[in-house]
């Protein structure tokens, strides 16, 4: 099956600097992928719509300059947590589109915390 | 807009219990599809099932069993004979055409020896 991965996997970073987590498409090519945060016990949240070769598309409420997204390549969108806070620890997990719109895979997560 | 509704927030059974977790959805597209998705204490997600708004038949995997009804907006998950390994998070999820997903708010099931 198709697999994802994200890296890393897990980060600790100080209050004010800023993140970057890679999302990568293993063995397809995924125009478009999805960032999810989520947040203890809580549900998955979507962020932002990443398309290959195109500004990211922002969910309502989402910071589009604290939440860089670059989606350069068909196997590769990053996120960058600019200027993190403790508020911003949260796990974060990205999905990549398949061939279909009904085929999401997602990768492993990332947990980040700021202390 | 697209909500999923998982009233149980927790449900906790005895191994070998049969355990019913309740997903009901509200969207306009004709067209959708409806997950579910296993998350263990590691945080990764485990897909279970998709199912798309034209196929209402019921499906049995082993020890799941799904039961889809557009007449109530429902898709029920039923994991029969419960074990310690089934306890998780267990989200319900909708995504239409956009792609991108609406998960519901989660059931913490809770399987006891």
């Known amino acids: 099956g198709a697999v994802v991965s994200q890296h890393p996997s897990w980060v600790i970073c100080k209050s004010g600097t800023s993140v970057k987590i890679e999302c990568r498409s293993l063995d397809f090519q995924a125009t478009t992928m999805f960032w999810y945060r989520q947040f203890p016990k809580q549900s998955l949240m979507l962020m932002a719509t990443s398309n290959e070769g195109s500004k990211a598309t922002y969910e309502q409420g989402v910071e589009k300059d604290k939440f860089l997204i670059n989606h350069a390549s068909l196997t590769l969108s990053t996120l960058t947590v600019t200027s993190a806070h403790p508020e911003d620890s949260s796990f974060y997990i990205c999905?990549?589109?398949?061939?279909?719109?009904?085929?999401?895979?997602f990768g492993p997560g990332t947990r980040l915390t700021v202390t | 807009a697209q909500k999923v509704t998982q009233a149980q927030t927790e449900i906790s059974v005895v191994e070998k219990e049969d355990v019913t977790l309740d997903c009901v959805y509200e969207t306009r597209d004709t067209t959708y599809y409806l997950f579910w998705y296993k998350q263990p204490p590691s945080g990764e997600l485990v897909f279970l099932i998709r199912r798309n708004s034209f196929d209402e038949q019921n499906e049995i995997s082993g020890r799941y069993s799904w039961n889809f009804q557009k007449s109530t907006s429902s898709f029920n998950f039923t994991i029969t004979a419960s074990q310690v390994v089934d306890s998780a998070v267990y989200f319900c999820?909708?995504?239409?055409?956009?792609?991108?997903?609406?998960f519901g708010d989660g059931t913490t099931l809770t399987v006891k020896p």
């Open positions: 999820a909708l995504s239409t055409n956009a792609g991108k997903s609406t």
């Open positions: 999905s990549a589109q398949g061939q279909s719109f009904y085929e999401q895979y």
